[in-house]
Nanobody
Framework: QVQLVESGGGLVQAGGSLRLSCAASGSINTMAWYRQAPGKQRELVAAISSGGSTDYADSVKGRFTISRDNAKNTVYLQMNSLKPEDTAVYYC?????????????WGRGTQVTVSS
């Protein structure tokens, strides 16, 4: 099973930007970013197919961009115009279906904190 390591989180002021990275131990097809805020359910943020097609949650459209570097087996999430409500632990997973992502399991994630 491909191992995934998330990185790039941190503390940023509202309106700021962060870029998250998800490094995979092998080749990957579809990859998705999820997030889980305290007291809330994990939710899909963005997904990218092996061909580069993307999909976004309505709450992040126009602010976040998912991309991939197949040569590096790495997927990125560029987050701009961050809002306090974006505060969460962000996880990557090789499935854009939450139920399947749960089956495949989760890494440690990376914490994003947006201050107002």
């Amino acid at each position: 099973q491909v191992q995934l390591v998330e990185s790039g989180g941190g503390l940023v002021q509202a309106g700021g930007s962060l870029r998250l990275s998800c490094a995979a131990s092998g080749s990957i097809n579809t990859m998705a970013w999820y997030r889980q805020a305290p007291g809330k359910q994990r939710e899909l943020v963005a997904a990218i197919s092996s061909g580069g097609s993307t999909d976004y949650a309505d709450s992040v459209k126009g602010r976040f961009t998912i991309s991939r570097d197949n040569a590096k087996n790495t997927v990125y999430l560029q987050m701009n115009s961050l809002k306090p409500e974006d505060t969460a632990v962000y996880y990557c997973n090789p499935s854009d279906r939450l139920w399947l992502a749960n089956v495949r399991g989760w890494g440690r994630g990376t914490q994003v904190t947006v201050s107002s």
